[in-house]
């Protein structure tokens, strides 16, 4: 099982939790859990299943967001959000 881990900045952070819940629950993962600031996402039972899915962590620390989870699933969510990046300007 490989795990990557990758830093988001942005430069306004008050949307960033919202972009990740929807974004990560748009990959097939259930909604999110919170602890302190920590998102937790946990993989629905088909992702789990069909792919080895393993829960997803976005940690929101000062403007940037910090993701770790399946290597697989951090690449998707990296081409998610740049495609919402580029789809905006």
Do not use: H, W
Not at 27 to 55: C, V
Not at 58 to 72: F, H
């Amino acid at each position: 099982m490989l795990i990557s881990s990758v830093r988001i900045v942005f430069s306004n952070i008050r949307e960033a939790d919202k972009l990740s819940e929807f974004l990560i629950t748009l990959m097939g993962y259930n909604p999110s859990i919170r602890q302190d600031n920590t998102l937790i996402f946990k993989p629905t039972f088909y992702q789990f299943i069909m792919y080895s899915a393993r829960k997803i962590k976005s940690v929101i620390d000062g403007n940037s967001v910090i993701i770790t989870g399946n290597y697989m699933f951090v690449v998707k969510l990296i081409k998610l959000i740049k495609s919402c990046e580029t789809s905006e300007t």
